[in-house]
């Protein structure tokens, strides 16, 4: 058991024995919202910290035992998808979705674990349940994923902005954005929205191999002046290098991957597999 999730218990545990011996009216109803209390705190923990797997036996034997409570449904639906269980997550928030006391949050959670399933038709189905006047970023973000995957890019562009413009934490919803335009052929555009995901946050490695890549396909074979670790820099000179081969400038291809080597601070098995090839 993790050091806070023992400390809860322990706590609980000193409250009741504090409690024994004195029947007072007052003294079972302040230890009754500590117990209300340290259960939240003990969820909380288990949705966000905990092992995945950890949660999910909590949640089962917690929901099992208090069947009505759908706020512990909740909790097992998002440890199941945590812990890699989306069939069985799915099935969890349909259960949820049946209580009069579902919310239209539960149904995008619902829609967001057919989408991990990759059952875009009934995530679809799903979010037009879902009232328009419901405007969160987290169901937005999935309007525009089921855009995308429909090719329907004028619906797909008009939910990616209003989702950006939703989330003080916009980077992962504008570097799935320039990706939608990369795949569409728009390098130029995806570009900028790389770019600006890094502004929000210049971590995400995501965002550089892909602004790497957008910029290759414009045929732009130098790196772009945003930060990097040198291990990072190594891998976006092999990412270039790969989209210069596939472009058919072999020989940018060839430098770049001589040059990822150099780079590495380690030996780098990719680059000199793939250089190896080319010259053998």
Same mark, same amino acid.
């Given at each position: 058991?993790?050091?806070?999730?023992?400390?809860?218990?322990?706590?609980?545990?000193?409250?009741?024995?504090?409690?024994?011996?004195?029947?007072?009216?007052?003294?079972?109803?302040?230890?009754?919202?500590?117990?209300?209390?340290?259960?939240?705190?003990?969820?909380?923990?288990?949705?966000?910290?905990?092992?995945?797997?950890?949660?999910?036996?909590?949640?089962?034997?917690?929901?099992?035992?208090?069947?009505?409570?759908?706020?512990?449904?909740?909790?097992?639906?998002?440890?199941?998808?945590?812990?890699?269980?989306?069939?069985?997550?799915?099935?969890?928030?349909?259960?949820?979705?049946?209580?009069?006391?579902?919310?239209?949050?539960?149904?995008?959670?619902?829609?967001?674990?057919?989408?991990?399933?990759?059952?875009?038709?009934?995530?679809?189905?799903?979010?037009?349940?879902?009232?328009?006047?419901?405007?969160?970023?987290?169901?937005?973000?999935?309007?525009?994923?089921?855009?995308?995957?429909?090719?329907?890019?004028?619906?797909?562009?008009?939910?990616?902005?209003?989702?950006?413009?939703?989330?003080?934490?916009?980077?992962?919803?504008?570097?799935?954005?320039?990706?939608?335009?990369?795949?569409?052929?728009?390098?130029?555009? $995806? *570009?900028? =929205?790389?770019?600006? /995901? #890094?502004?929000?946050?210049?971590?995400?490695? !995501?965002?550089?191999?892909?602004?790497? @890549?957008?910029?290759?396909?414009?045929?732009?074979?130098?790196?772009?002046?945003?930060?990097?670790?040198?291990?990072?820099? $190594? *891998?976006? =000179?092999?990412?270039? /290098? #790969?989209?210069?081969?596939?472009?058919?400038? !072999?020989?940018?291809?060839?430098?770049? @991957?001589?040059?990822?080597?150099?780079?590495?601070?380690?030996?780098?098995?990719?680059?000199?597999?793939?250089?190896?090839?080319? *010259?053998?």
């Amino acid at each position: 058991m993790r050091p806070s999730l023992m400390l809860i218990t322990a706590l609980s545990g000193m409250v009741f024995m504090s409690a024994c011996g004195n029947n007072d009216a007052a003294v079972q109803e302040a230890l009754k919202d500590v117990n209300v209390i340290d259960e939240s705190n003990l969820n909380d923990l288990m949705l966000t910290v905990g092992d995945p797997e950890e949660a999910v036996s909590y949640f089962a034997g917690a929901s099992q035992q208090n069947p009505e409570r759908i706020d512990l449904k909740r909790g097992l639906a998002k440890s199941l998808v945590r812990a890699g269980k989306t069939n069985e997550a799915i099935g969890v928030w349909r259960e949820v979705l049946a209580s009069p006391e579902a919310t239209n949050d539960d149904r995008v959670s619902l829609a967001a674990a057919l989408i991990r399933n990759n059952d875009w038709t009934a995530a679809a189905a799903e979010l037009n349940q879902v009232p328009p006047t419901f405007e969160t970023f987290e169901r937005y973000r999935l309007e525009a994923m089921v855009a995308d995957s429909n090719k329907d890019w004028k619906k797909a562009d008009s939910f990616y902005e209003v989702a950006s413009g939703l989330t003080t934490k916009p980077a992962g919803v504008l570097n799935n954005w320039g990706f939608s335009k990369l795949t569409r052929g728009d390098a130029k555009g $995806a *570009e900028k =929205l790389f770019i600006e /995901a #890094l502004t929000y946050d210049g971590t995400l490695f !995501t965002a550089k191999n892909n602004l790497v @890549l957008a910029r290759a396909t414009q045929g732009k074979y130098e790196l772009p002046v945003v930060d990097m670790t040198q291990t990072e820099r $190594a *891998e976006l =000179l092999y990412t270039m /290098a #790969l989209a210069a081969i596939k472009k058919g400038d !072999t020989s940018v291809g060839k430098r770049l @991957l001589q040059e990822a080597i150099d780079t590495h601070p380690q030996y780098f098995e990719a680059a000199s597999r793939s250089l190896a090839a080319l *010259e053998g």
